[in-house]
């Protein structure tokens, strides 16, 4: 199977919370992203988390680590139509961090 | 400040012709990075590489494919003899050093589309 999972589509409701899930399976990945990718354009990195931290928060944007059950999820606050995207989520590992496996990616719809 | 710049955005070459994506990185920075993004599938690594130096191609199709980042000038990716195979959007990222821990900065992509 692949390295990272994710479900590959979600819809959401304008101002609801969506949470984008992602399973990875290398218990040595040091560094985890979230990166979004809006129609025709290049990915832009939203978030990162380092392997030892539970959560980080930013703005509307909470990033949750399970290291245990090797579980990443990405909660935004206050969908805005301006989310809909595709979120791709992403680890490296520390013997060769410069290289990025990435899952298939979420696709988000928000609706009014 | 420009982020990474990659030309052309889209391209579309006949099966058997050659594809050359151009890259320039972000000022400053001088280790490149090369993935491609087949149609519904997330980002795969290709090419990693410094200034005259490939680093690591582990992720090259041993045919066909080559890549290079010379003193002056962008990165190139070269792609001989193009198959259908090889339509898929291609990014090229940059980072200042080789540490890479706070994520890429990746440019909009070039999309070949062979025919």
């Known amino acids: 199977g692949e390295d990272v999972e994710q479900s590959l589509f979600l819809s959401v409701r304008e101002g609801d919370s969506s949470v984008i899930n992602c399973t990875y399976t290398?218990?040595?990945?040091?560094?985890l992203y979230w990166y979004k990718q809006e129609p025709g354009a290049g990915l832009q990195l939203l978030t990162y988390?380092?392997?030892?931290?539970d959560m980080k928060q930013d703005q509307r944007l909470t990033v949750l680590l399970n290291k245990k059950d090797k579980h990443l999820s990405l909660r935004i606050a206050d969908t805005q139509t301006g989310d809909s995207a595709i979120y791709f989520c992403?680890?490296?590992?520390?013997?060769?961090?410069?290289?990025?496996?990435f899952g298939a990616g979420t696709t988000v719809t928000v609706r009014a | 400040n420009a982020g990474v710049m990659q030309n052309p955005r889209h391209l579309v070459r006949r099966r058997g012709q050659e594809a050359r994506l151009r890259c320039s990185p972000v000022k400053g920075h001088s280790h490149v990075y090369w993935y491609r993004q087949l149609p519904e599938e997330g980002l795969k690594f290709m090419v990693y590489l410094q200034k005259e130096n490939i680093i690591d191609e582990s992720g090259m199709p041993k045919e066909r494919f080559s890549a290079e980042f010379p003193k002056e000038g962008p990165s190139i990716l070269r792609i001989q003899q193009v198959v259908r195979g090889d339509s898929a959007a291609y990014f090229c990222?940059?980072?200042?050093?080789?540490?890479?821990?706070?994520?890429?900065?990746f440019g909009s992509g070039t999309r070949l589309t062979v025919v």
């Open positions: 290398d218990s040595s990945s040091t560094y």
């Open positions: 992403a680890e490296s590992r520390r013997s060769n961090d410069y290289k990025l496996s």
């Open positions: 988390i380092f392997s030892n931290m």
């Open positions: 990222a940059s980072s200042p050093t080789e540490m890479i821990n706070y994520g890429y900065t």
